[in-house]
């Protein structure tokens, strides 16, 4: 018991068992020399056996590291960033193979991204970032993996699905990535918000629970009902060249409210297909 109080003072995972005849020791050290000293001071030593422990992990992380490399036999991987189970679905459905949680109010780490990048197991990858303040991060996660990444400017979801839907396996690299990156830019985005406290943007009052409609990431309208706003959005941003028009409601809103909206649209628009 004295012994293992004193192991116990140089280390961690102490284990001291046997008998008055011999007694064996297990502890992990920076010091091997005094444990070595404390067990002279009751016995002969017999069986000792030092490790490097540091020097074993890096062996196991070198063969993980090879085991993932071994493992890279596909040619293309995509990873995207969204929040929610209903915008992974659809990500997952378009054969991306990491989503990575994060959004406006949720960004993820350098590591986090470099984790779903190596996960892909694949030796290009192509980060649908989906948010402004995600690019940089994306980026420097880019840097650091042993593998060709392309980050595309994807700066919303609906920016990257349709970067997502515009990927071709069987393109080469290069020419998939300013597909993607076309597909991308040819997206414009509304949301529909709510504000949570009063505040001045853009010369623009916003008072706490006005709902606040943007295009792009800037506030574009300001009002107090729903519907209302994102008619006002659709106004400004539906052209003669437009061709699409996606609906797309989150938890706060209910399937039904959206189908009436969306219908709304399909009456108001005609030239444009409204899902």
Do not use: W
Not at 63 to 75: D, F, M, P, Y
Not at 76 to 91: H, M, Q, W
Not at 217 to 246: F, H, P, R, W, Y
């Amino acid at each position: 018991a004295r012994l293992r109080k004193r192991v116990e003072r140089i280390g961690d995972c102490v284990v001291v068992v046997g008998d008055l005849e011999i007694v064996k020791v297990h502890v992990h050290t920076n010091e091997p020399g005094k444990a070595l000293q404390m067990a002279l001071e009751l016995g002969e030593l017999d069986a000792i056996k030092i490790d490097n422990m540091l020097e074993e992990r890096r062996e196991v992380e070198k063969r993980k590291q090879e085991a993932l490399a071994s493992q890279q036999t596909k040619e293309y991987g995509i990873v995207a960033v969204a929040l929610g189970e209903g915008f992974s679905e659809i990500f997952r459905s378009l054969e991306v193979d990491s989503v990575v949680d994060g959004g406006q109010t949720m960004n993820p780490s350098i590591e986090d991204l470099q984790k779903a990048i190596n996960a892909t197991c694949a030796k290009t990858v192509y980060v649908l970032p989906n948010n402004t303040n995600i690019i940089l991060a994306a980026q420097q996660a880019a840097e650091i993996v042993n593998r060709k990444v392309y980050v595309l400017p994807t700066k919303s979801v609906p920016m990257g699905i349709s970067a997502a839907l515009a990927f071709t396996r069987d393109a080469d690299a290069e020419t998939n990535f300013n597909e993607m990156t076309a597909a991308a830019e040819k997206v414009h985005t509304a949301s529909v918000t709510f504000s949570v406290r009063d505040t001045v943007f853009d010369e623009m009052q916003i008072h706490e629970h006005d709902i606040m409609g943007m295009i792009d990431n800037k506030i574009n309208v300001l009002g107090q009902d729903v519907k209302e706003v994102a008619l006002k959005l659709l106004e400004s941003m539906v052209t003669e060249e437009s061709g699409v028009i996606t609906v797309y409601y989150g938890a706060d809103v209910t399937e039904e409210t959206a189908e009436a909206l969306a219908k709304e649209i399909e009456e108001k628009y005609t030239n444009c297909e409204v899902y």
